[in-house]
């Protein structure tokens, strides 16, 4: 529990289907040595029941069955590593449009977002979307592997063609870092180390910009700690202790903070870890705090300390829908923000985000994976924070509540890029 969280890289591969995410995460893993002989037995088995050769590296991440016999990831696989510097999170998403909602769950607590670009096919309207979720979503840091240069014969201008779209589209999209490289997943060249294929390409290896970027840092920002109440504890010899996940900052013990929605100032008398008393709790712990004022909080509020957090039942949002049926003003839905879940309807529709030129269009419905900005109202006040500045307090999901499917996810505010 001591270790430090900025020791660790998330990180979400996006891009099209068949551009090769798949294939350079196993090429990392492997020329990283981080896979078990047993491991590189089973994909060498699996690849040569499929008739692709000695080792099909992408059935590496690609563990269902349907994955291999379709030749496509359709579930985020999650993969871990090392290095002597740093550990990874690996979150390889699926590139089909089908599966664009899982896309969204692998990159929604990802540091960086590692697209892979077939160099012959350019940014196709998939990879553009991609790029566009991990924007609206909060990644601020963007690695493009330009993929299969070996079948263009290393070719820089068809790099350069490639570097100059990433760096149109990065741009419109405010991503704080943009690093281009070109790669060939397949022989592993570029990925962890530099290549003498690419003796015109100067800059670093995938897996050392991987190493230097920073990380671990998402949910801290200059809102505020916050800490929304998921479970009440009641202390031996009585009183209570509120237990959550913080986000957003530090508390610490003697600091003056507010119980939301119902407004009561205190101060944090205790905080306790695994039953162990100590003086803060910082970002990312599931801590319980005692506060010094008697209080019937519950499930669903939020301790915050200043500058605290907004206190509404509607707000402006931009979501990605995910849903059969296209969404339309006035649908009620059951609304899940931090632990708080209450009714929710559309209240209207104000536009749907252009993928291809990052405009807003009028329409009257949001149809399958596309992303539009909405107004919606609650049943219960809420609190929250703009997306922009905490992930945690800034997002929510829409759950259909007669089949229970989650139909959309929500970030409150517009995107910083409109």
């Known amino acids: 529990m001591g270790a430090s969280t900025k020791d660790v890289l998330r990180l979400a591969t996006i891009g099209s289907v068949d551009d090769g995410k798949s294939t350079l995460i196993g090429r990392l893993l492997v020329d990283t040595r981080q896979l078990f002989d047993d491991q590189l037995d089973a994909v060498a088995a699996a690849s040569e029941r499929r008739g692709v050769g000695d080792l099909d590296l992408s059935f590496v991440t690609d563990g269902l069955r349907a994955e291999?016999?379709?030749?496509?990831?359709?579930?985020?696989?999650?993969?871990?590593?090392?290095?002597?510097?740093?550990?990874?999170?690996?979150?390889?998403?699926?590139?089909?449009?089908q599966y664009t909602r899982n896309m969204a769950t692998g990159a929604s607590t990802a540091d960086l977002a590692l697209a892979v670009v077939d160099v012959a096919a350019g940014l196709k309207e998939q990879t553009r979307r991609h790029l566009c979720i991990a924007a609206l979503l909060g990644v601020r840091n963007l690695v493009v592997a330009v993929n299969k240069m070996d079948r263009v014969e290393w070719s820089q201008s068809a790099f350069r063609t490639v570097a100059d779209q990433v760096a149109v589209v990065s741009a419109e999209l405010g991503f704080a870092s943009c690093e281009v490289i070109p790669v060939s997943a397949l022989l592993g060249d570029n990925v962890v180390d530099r290549s003498d294929a690419s003796r015109w390409y100067s800059g670093p290896s995938v897996l050392e910009v991987l190493e230097s970027t920073r990380a671990g840092d998402l949910t801290i920002t200059a809102q505020g700690a916050r800490l929304p109440v998921q479970?009440?504890?009641?202390?031996?010899?009585?009183?209570?202790?509120?237990?959550?996940?913080?986000?957003?900052g530090t508390f610490h013990v003697g600091d003056a903070v507010t119980l939301l929605p119902a407004g009561i100032e205190t101060t944090i008398s205790a905080i306790?870890?695994?039953?162990?008393?100590?003086a803060d709790a910082y970002a990312g712990l599931s801590a319980d705090i005692d506060l010094a004022a008697e209080t019937d909080a519950g499930r669903g509020d939020m301790i915050a300390a200043s500058p605290l957090p907004t206190v509404t039942k509607e707000f402006d949002?931009?979501?990605?829908?995910?849903g059969e049926k296209p969404m339309e003003p006035g649908q009620r839905f059951r609304l899940k923000?931090?632990?708080r879940s209450t009714p929710a309807r559309i209240i209207q529709l104000d536009g749907l985000i252009e993928i291809e030129n990052l405009g807003v269009e009028s329409v009257e419905r949001l149809s399958i994976n596309q992303i539009g900005l909405v107004k919606i109202g609650c049943a219960d006040a809420l609190v929250v924070d703009e997306y922009q500045v905490n992930r945690a307090t800034g997002s929510f999901v829409?759950?259909?509540?007669v089949t229970n499917a989650t139909v959309a996810a929500g970030m409150i505010g517009r995107p910083s890029f409109l």
Request: charged share 20%.
């Open 317 to 322: 949002a931009t979501v990605c829908w995910f």
């Open 68 to 97: 291999r016999e379709q030749g496509i990831t359709i579930d985020v696989a999650y993969r871990y590593a090392a290095t002597p510097t740093r550990k990874f999170i690996i979150a390889d998403c699926p590139g089909h449009v």
């Open 337 to 339: 923000h931090t632990t």
């Open 231 to 248: 479970w009440v504890l009641r202390q031996n010899g009585g009183g209570r202790t509120y237990a959550g996940m913080v986000n957003g």
């Open 272 to 278: 306790h870890l695994g039953g162990v008393s100590r």
């Open 398 to 401: 829409l759950v259909d509540e």
